[in-house]
Every structure is written in C-alpha cells, then in structure tokens.
C-alpha cells in the first residue's frame, strides 16, 4: 500500500469516527435521528402510515430485517457499522429525495398482506382492503358462491390477491393498461402461488375483455384531479402519473367504468370504485344515478357501490 493510499484510508476512517455513522449505536439512537431527519426535512406521510414516528420505524424494521408489529424488544439494540451505512443511506433518500419508504424497501402492505412494489407501481393503499375482509358484506350475500370478479387498474395486483383470498372459489382478472404494473402484479402473483385463480390482462379499461362478465368488478382506478395533481406532495411524483391523474375533474376512468360496466357485470352482479375525496364531483357528474357510499375505518364516502340494474345500458 503506498503512502498516499494509507492517507486516503486514514481518512476514511476518519470520516467515520464522526457524524451519525459513530455516534448512533442502538435503534433507539437510530429511531431517534431518523424522527428529527423527517420533521426537519417535512416530509409528508401518505403511504400507509400517519406520522414520522410510524414512518422511521417502518423504514428501521424494514431495512433490519425485523419484526414491522414490535420494536421495543429491539430498542437497545447495537446495529453494526455495516447495516449503519445503510441505514444512513436510506434515512437520506427518505428525507432528501422524498422517496416513499415502500420503494427504498422494496415492498408495501395492506393489512396482514405484503406486496412487493417499486417505481413502476403506486404505493398499495385503499379501502378496499378493508372491505374485502369480510367479502363486500351487504353487496355480496355468499362469497364462496362468487365464481368470477375483474380487479379492474390492479396495479401491483393487491387488490386481486386479496379478491382471489375474499372470494375462494372465484377466478380473478386483473386487467391493466401499464405493462409495466402487469410485471409487478406477477410477481406478486406469483408469490401468493395464485398463478391458477389469477389472470393478467393488458386491457384499456375494457377493450380487451371481449365479452367477459362478472360477478363483481372492483376498481380502485386513477381519479386525482388535474388542479390537485399540482399541488401533491414530492412523496407522490415518485409514482407513475397515468395511476393517478385522470383528466381535469379526475373522472376519466371512471366514467368509462360507470358507462360500460353493465355490459361485463352478471345480472345480479356489483361494480364497486373508489375515487377518494371526489364524491361530490362524482355526485354533480351523474346527478340520476342511485350511488351506495360505503363508510370504512379509514374514512367514509371514499368507494360508492352500484348494482347492474341501476347502470346506465342495463
């Protein structure tokens, strides 16, 4: 080693005597540091968790390999110079670059249900989650009778993971117009071992579903309005556009879903959508439908449900 690289080492080590790298040992130091990084920084809890306690904890236990359900067995807990430098390099992509935590690790949950996720998919949330827990309760009277249903824009594929778990004897399509949402939502598929009860499809709403029909369509589609669409927070354009943003009144998809849903619905069947906060757009768009607002642990008045028969075309 020549002199010049013992200098340069030295001065390597030197950097990491200091800083958080040195002075961090435990996971309470950890959970502490990353805390303050995210109050400083600002940066907003959208995806699945409510403030940056919750936030620092997912992204601890998540990058350790730990138990998400407990960290106070852990707390006092040294972390390895090794894992440090992870850590520090994930609590900065997190406060800096505003990445969502589901993507700096790699996966994202819905209840008891992991998801793998990146880049090319949103972040899994929606009340749907809920809602299929007990199999759409007073819009589906027995689920184990449910033979067909259509997760309509899957995404990741969550929601036809748990449809495929709500409705037993159910064959599930996921359909979805981003090939790159359909890869993911294989993967997840795949990791369920639900390749046999699971269909992808790359379909423009509809288009490619020829004549199919079901018994229950679920769709969690893009519904962000243009004029919030500027003003969402950084966490957010980390995500594809075309899963959020649809047209200026953030109706696009939807009113496709509501104009031709009749047509792939069995005769007694059930179209279900979420659309977020837009139920008074939703309401003023279609002033003669009878829509059904669904109230959930998350929030209220966010999916409306309708039956066949009130569906325009029926």
């Known amino acids: 080693m020549s002199l010049q690289d013992e200098h340069d080492q030295h001065d390597g080590d030197h950097e990491h005597e200091h800083g958080p790298l040195a002075e961090l040992v435990t996971v309470r130091d950890w959970l502490r540091y990353a805390v303050t990084r995210f109050n400083r920084a600002g940066i907003f809890c959208g995806h699945g968790v409510n403030d940056t306690f919750d936030e620092a904890a997912w992204l601890l236990l998540g990058s350790l390999a730990l138990p998400l359900d407990r960290i106070e067995p852990f707390l006092d807990a040294c972390i390895p110079g090794e894992e440090r430098v992870a850590l520090l390099e994930a609590i900065e992509r997190r406060a800096d670059d505003r990445v969502p935590t589901a993507y700096i690790l790699g996966e994202a949950w819905l209840g008891d249900f992991r998801f ?25 009277e027995n689920p184990d009778e449910v033979t067909n249903v259509l997760d309509m824009c899957t995404g990741s594929g969550c929601l036809a993971v748990l449809m495929a778990h709500a409705f037993p004897n159910a064959d599930v399509t996921a359909a979805d117009l981003s090939e790159d949402a359909l890869d ?19 379909t423009d709403v509809f288009d490619a579903l020829d004549d199919r029909k079901y018994d229950f369509i679920l769709s969690n589609p893009p519904y962000v309005t243009a004029e919030a669409m500027d003003a969402l927070p950084p966490e957010y354009l980390h995500e594809p556009r075309m899963a959020l943003a649809s047209g200026e009144d953030g109706l696009d998809l939807v009113r496709r879903l509501i104009a031709e849903g009749a047509a792939h619905l069995n005769p007694n069947g059930v179209l279900a959508v979420e659309v977020g906060h837009n139920r008074d757009i939703v309401e003023a768009a279609f002033p003669d439908l009878p829509f059904n607002w669904l109230s959930t642990r998350g929030g209220d008045d966010m999916v409306f449900v309708l039956r066949r028969k009130d569906l325009p075309g029926a």
């Open 116 to 140: 793998a996720v990146d880049e090319r998919v949103i972040v899994p949330r929606s009340f749907f989650a809920e809602l299929l827990e007990d199999g759409m309760a007073g819009w589906i």
């Open 184 to 202: 993911v939502a294989l993967q997840n598929v795949t990791d369920y071992g639900l390749e046999d009860r699971i269909s992808l499809v790359r």
